[in-house]
C-alpha cells in the first residue's frame, strides 16, 4: 500500500460530490484512502483523525471509517480498509 495521504488537497466540496457524476479532479481520489485531522484540546495529540475513502458507488462523498484520538490509530485503520485504486485501474 502506498503512503496514506494525511490532509491532502482535495477538489472543492469534495466531501458533498455525487458519486455517479464526479469531475476528474474527484475521480482521482476513487478508490484511495486518506486521513483527515481535525484540532481538538479534549485529546493529547491536539487532534483527531478521520479515514476516508471515496467509492465509485452511489452516494455523496466519501465515506468515513472511523475517528480515532491518535494518528497511529487512524494509519492502522486506513490500512485495513485499503487502497483499492490499484485494483481499478485494470477494469
Not at 502506498?2 to 469531475?23: G, K, V, W, Y
Request: contains cysteine; charged residues 25%.
Amino acid at each position: 500500500m502506498t503512503d496514506i495521504p494525511l490532509n491532502p488537497e482535495l477538489p472543492p466540496h469534495f466531501f458533498e460530490c455525487d458519486n455517479e457524476s464526479l469531475t476528474p479532479q474527484e475521480r482521482v481520489w476513487v478508490g484511495r484512502v486518506f486521513i483527515r485531522s481535525t484540532p481538538t484540546p479534549e485529546t493529547s495529540s491536539g487532534a483527531v483523525y478521520a479515514v476516508y475513502r471515496l467509492a465509485a458507488s452511489t452516494g455523496f462523498g466519501p465515506t468515513r471509517h472511523g475517528v480515532f484520538r491518535e494518528l497511529e490509530q487512524a494509519r492502522e485503520k486506513a490500512r485495513a480498509v485499503g487502497d483499492t485504486k490499484p485494483m481499478m485501474e485494470f477494469f
